[in-house]
């Protein structure tokens, strides 16, 4: 999956980096979003075409479940999101926020998704962050 950073994550890591304040990510959950949502709106921190789905809510996704190696951080867990319990309409773009619903990362899916009543997950390995230069 393409993967980008939002702006509030450059922001905050270019502040961090040559600002020299203090960066804490907290708790981060990734969230889904509709095929009417643009890449750009994630980017610019835009949640408006977030799932409204019955049963839906975000997942909380552990530090732990990340392997970083050679600039790559690669999901070791499932994530796993709430059994749909009624349309939530076709799934094409993921994010990782913090706690605020700020976007740190962002990304399409290979192909949309139509959700109703089961479960999406993405599979060990099915997600890659990479910061590219």
Known sequence: MANAMGDYLENALLNHVLGGTTYTPGPIYAALFTDSCTLAELESGDLGDEIAGTNYSRVEVPFSSWTISNGI???????????????WGNIRFMALLNSNGDVLFYGQLGSDVP????TFSFNVGALSITIDS
Do not use: L
């Not at 951080?73 to 349309?87: L, R």
């Not at 959700?115 to 089961?118: C, K, L, P, S, V």
């Open 73 to 87: 951080a690669t999901n070791n867990t499932a994530i796993t999101f709430p059994t749909a319990t009624g349309t």
């Open 115 to 118: 959700i109703t009543d089961n």
